[in-house]
């Protein structure tokens, strides 16, 4: 099976930096669309930013100016550059992807089960 695992969440102080990476492993034939979600405590799971495969990219409004994701096709893996972090900014962060597994022609959805971020005032 497919997992998602996320990287790179803690406390930070508001105006600070951080990054965040998901790495997907299993069974794999290609990754296609991965994004970044967060949920704060009380608040909907909102998209932070996504990526297709062919690198075009879409965020938030909240985030846009601000937030930079990216991805390394070849490692499975995906990345989130945070800077001016806020303190609403404060949630779980979740890596989605949709991915076709080896022997397996259609496509699933997965989720990593999120890193913690929090910023400080």
């Known amino acids: 099976q497919v997992q998602l695992v996320e990287s790179g969440g803690g406390l930070v102080q508001a105006g600070g930096s951080l990054g965040l990476s998901c790495a997907a492993s299993?069974?794999?034939?290609?990754?296609?669309?991965m994004g970044w979600y967060r949920q704060a405590p009380g608040k909907q799971r909102e998209l932070v930013a996504d990526?297709?495969?062919?690198?075009?990219?879409n965020y938030a409004d909240s985030v846009k100016g601000r937030f930079s994701i990216s991805r390394d096709n070849a490692e499975n893996t995906m990345f989130l550059q945070m800077n001016g972090l806020k303190p609403e900014d404060t949630a779980v962060y979740y890596c989605?992807?949709?991915?076709?597994?080896?022997?397996?022609?259609?496509?699933?959805?997965?989720w990593g089960t999120g890193t913690q971020v929090t910023v400080s005032s």
């Open positions: 989605n992807a949709k991915i076709i597994r080896l022997g397996i022609l259609r496509e699933t959805t997965y």
């Open positions: 299993g069974t794999i034939l290609s990754v296609n669309a």
């Open positions: 990526i297709r495969s062919d690198g075009s990219t």
